[in-house]
């Protein structure tokens, strides 16, 4: 990380340059959305693949106007700022990007209104976050914030103090992760990715108004689960269908695909990765390095840029 290069105040600078004020009102309130981005490296064409960036921005977009953020920049002048700073990092390994967007005036004033906005971006190498061959999860006795809390469709950097308690306290108690219910006892999501069920060869995932992020991960789940004439269903699950579940997993960025083998110490199903996950999982970490053809627009090349990128 010595030579790590950031996007900070308009400009690609060292990392360890790009420093905010103690007074800054997002470090002070939590007054900033962010974004994770995962780019993939693929050894036999010498190219790092960005995974869609175009629509982990647009959400970004949406997120900084529910916190009266201004964005500066547009989509696309996002993703070429993204690639210039991975290109500028000299990656040849899979990295994770953090966009932010903050209020970041120096100031003592619990609002968001007339605070002038901040926008910085880094990356790091990252490999898998959570083991790919089965991970044991608990139901967190967090809730996960609702909608009428802080909105839970954004990415709000104050927000993660509830992922932070989850999964901190899953991983205290031997889990790998943790589930959270939302506020009316229904099943929500994990601390920092989406949630599937499979039952009866039909895979079901909670709805966009269960207090979850709306992730970029879930929505490529729907698309190839649709590629391998999987039937998808949204709606809410209940606790005792995790119990159930002929097969679970956890979606996002991060996690990529993972397969989860025990709830609350029970076995999902035979306590393997099942089927249809295996499935899924195997087309997803092929998309996301720019293997499967029919999905090659929603990765974005950093060295040998198209047109379109
Ligand atoms: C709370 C939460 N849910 C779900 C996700 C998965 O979203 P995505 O697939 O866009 O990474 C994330 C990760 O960003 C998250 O932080």
Redesign the pocket.
């Known amino acids: 990380m010595a030579d790590a290069v950031a996007f900070f105040d308009g400009r690609l600078m060292p990392l360890k340059e790009a420093n905010i004020n103690i007074a800054t009102h997002a470090f002070n309130y939590g007054t900033g959305v962010f974004e994770?981005i995962r780019a993939y490296w693929n050894e036999e064409q010498e190219e790092l693949y960005i995974v869609q960036p175009g629509t982990h921005f647009r959400r970004m977009q949406r997120s900084a106007r529910l916190l009266q953020i201004d964005l500066p920049y547009s989509e696309e002048r996002l993703v070429r700022i993204t690639q210039d700073l991975l290109r500028a990092n000299g990656f040849q390994e899979d990295v994770y990007i953090r966009p932010l967007a903050y209020k970041a005036d120096a100031v003592i004033k619990v609002g968001l209104s007339g605070i002038s906005s901040g926008f910085a971006m880094f990356a790091v190498p990252m490999g898998d976050y959570v083991s790919m061959t089965g991970i044991h999860v608990a139901v967190s006795s967090w809730r996960r914030i609702s909608d009428n809390m802080i909105p839970s469709r954004a990415?709000v950097v104050g927000a993660y103090v509830n992922?932070a308690l989850s999964s901190d306290q899953a991983r205290l108690d031997g889990y790998d992760e943790a589930i959270m219910l939302a506020d009316d006892g229904h099943v929500s999501?994990a601390?920092?990715?989406?949630l599937f069920m499979v039952r009866n060869e039909t895979l079901i995932t909670p709805p966009v108004t269960a207090d979850?992020?709306e992730?970029?991960?879930?929505q490529l789940v729907f698309e190839l689960a649709d590629d391998l004439k999987i039937a998808c269903e949204v709606r809410n699950i209940d606790r005792t269908e995790l119990y159930s579940a002929d097969e679970l997993f956890l979606?996002?960025?991060?996690v990529q695909l993972a397969s989860i083998v025990t709830v609350d110490r029970r076995p999902v199903n035979h306590g393997h990765p099942g089927p249809i996950t295996q499935a899924l999982q195997k087309q997803y970490l092929a998309l996301v390095r720019g293997q499967l053809p029919a999905h090659r627009h929603q990765v974005t090349p950093v060295y040998r840029p198209r047109n379109d990128a």
């Open positions: 994770g990415k992922a999501e601390s920092s990715s989406n979850i992020l992730g970029v991960t879930r979606c996002g960025t991060g």
